[in-house]
């Protein structure tokens, strides 16, 4: 069955699903690049996810959407997706110390790398993926590309929606928006929704069902004034509840757990952005300004059973709580009709930015001190691009971006570091345009990820006078910076009057002191240890593969998708922290293939069904263990009415009820009934779900 589907998304080609439309498909628009740019001009491998994936699956998160884009992964070990990985490249966790993400996530253009919690779906437009570095767009945190979520804009009509979801393991959701005029210059929204659901796990020691459930508020409200026709203000304010349970993992690798603490994953944030767009005579002006503020609590009940399971009495808690303050400010010029360069061949946007990051973490363990440290960073830079028409049909793109990170972190243990560094990155690109709408294109592009400190390790160092063992944490108590070029070569074409849209790149990354996630065991108090999670740099890596995507508008009834990705990853001269030498082996979370294939049907009297079917290789789940995932298949159905003012839709996902896993720990001992002998345990992705979701607009 596996082998049949996957060689069925490749004849199909492969695609991220755009709206519905009769006719012809509907021209998408990425916003997330210097300048809002047709998807099929972009000349870099990007995915864009609509309302209608959204609508028709369900989904309240962007776990529930994401791997339909080709190459794109997420890990577990959270409540929801939170860290993202892209070709193969981004992070898997969080605990004591300091991220740099490899995968930028901007909400509104408001920086939320790292937290990646607040990906709720309510009245968002779209979802973007930029896939490889970012340099020139965003700098250190999208090495490995970029993550754009943009909610829905108000409208100059008055705009009302309901929207109520109900379905099985509790969940039940309520949103509302309104939108509309509030004078001929002044435009409004508003959205607000609450969701809730018991989750996917059961506690047997508890008696209950709902120590995993979800417990998440989305709301938006944006204003638009326009009090000329060359300029117009956005202000837009967010404000994101997710108050969720943690209670993962199971002494016996299912869905039921023995926890007497369940954990919790909470992030509450706030963020406020102003943006403005202004046409001057010989130049555009776009100013953005954002403010986020964030409170984050991730804790887990460590033995993962109640008191007395063990023998010898174990039992203990772990909890970490961040505060971080974030703040940016970014000023773009950009060419009009009237300024550009070289007898009028060449655009160019020139720009600043500004970033500042505070964040305070307050770690309370069983078996260790009170910990707490502060991690402020202050990044400024410099980005330009220049667009020049060297023919009629050959276009170069040259972007560069100069970037100076600030860092200063401290702790209750008297450990600081305070380094300042110069980075860069940039982009070349040669764009051909021949008959038709089509665009042949290459590229190379430079990414970076920022140096770091491994605040833990540095604490630990002052509780050990083995030799051996100082010599040891040092070596892993600070990490370099991290390099990435990436050359790509692609196709984007519009066929059939309209009616097919395909692209296609083909990529090789090659990376540089290349970061990776490992774990060293410190020996506790009374014979208990501690994992202390660190970062460092394996010699060199890299990452090459395919991306395939195609939407045909087979008749004026149906719609036919699909994607394909393809991944090879590999180590070189990397030996982990056990010694073992990883040379050659892939990189964690980068399956060798990923797929989504697709169809929707519109039937008489406004009904539809659409059904989709997803899956991926096999993959390591961790650089410092040799444990996999399994390759799946994801079956995901929807059928629905939509008429003016009114739609109903019955949709499930997962329809298969296959497990599937999301996050796995290897070499870890934790169950007293083999001896404490190490075994792996997995994290297992959503099961089966299914609902109902009705709307009313007017």
Known sequence: MKRTLFYTSIYLALASPSIFAAQQLEEIVVRGELRETPLLEASSSISVLGDAIISERGAQQLEEILKVAPNVNFAGGTSRARYFQIRGVGDRSQFENPLNPSVGLLVDRIDFSGIGSIGTLFDVEQVEVLRGPQGTLHGANALAGLINITSKAPTADPYYHLEGTAGDYGTYGLGAVASGPITDKLLYRLAVQQFNSDGYQDNSFLNTDDTADRDELTSRARLRWSPLEAHQFDLGITYIDVDNGYDAFSLDNNRTTRSDEPGKDTQESLGVTVHSYSEFQRFDLQTAFAYADSDILYSFDLDWTFDGFHPDGYTGFDEYKRKRKSASSEIRLLSNDESRLFNDRSDWVLGFYFLRNDEDLDRTYTFAPFFSAENDTKTYALFGQLDT????????????????RKTDYSDNNAVSFDPDDDMWGGRIALEYNFAGNSMVYGAVSRGYRAFGVNGAILANLRTTDDPEVISDLQAISTFDEETLINYEIGLKTLALDGRLTARVAVFYMDREEQQVSGSIVIPLEDGVTDFIGYTSNAAEGENYGAEFEVDWLATDNLQLWGNLGLLKTEFEEYINEFGEDLSGRDQAYAPAYQYSIGARYDFPLDTFARVEIEGMDDF?????????????????????????????????????????????FGNFGNDPRNGYVTEPYYQYGEPR???????LTF
């Open 620 to 664: 390591y789940l961790s650089d410092d263990h040799n444990e996999e995932s399994d390759a799946y298949d994801l079956v995901n159905a929807a059928v629905g009415i939509e008429r003016e003012g009114w739609s109903l839709i019955l949709w499930g996902r997962n329809l298969a009820d296959k497990d599937y896993i999301v996050r796995g």
């Open 389 to 404: 028409r060297l023919t009629d049909r050959l276009t170069l793109v040259t972007g560069l971006r100069w970037e100076d």
């Open 689 to 695: 779900v299914y609902g109902v979701t009705g709307t």
